[in-house]
């Protein structure tokens, strides 16, 4: 289960290269709207971000695609484990 490029690409252009984690336990406020990097991507670095499936088996759909810094990235995937 993986986004096309072009999803990806979609979601990263409503994101504004923007994370977009709006969950209430992480400690940010509202939205996370952490700076990321493009070429970043997958990288578990300062800039670095992943496409994430807001529901899982949600379907490689831009509606079920999030950006999101790897920080906010790897608490979602500690939790769904
Ligand atoms: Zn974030
Ligand atoms: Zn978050």
Redesign the pocket.
Known sequence: MAFLEIVVKQAWERSSGL?E?R?TT?G?NNR?YKYLKWECRGEESEDGWEAHHIIPGGGDILGNCEILCYD?YK?IRINEK
């Open positions: 994370c984690c969950r992480h940010h996370c906010c608490a």
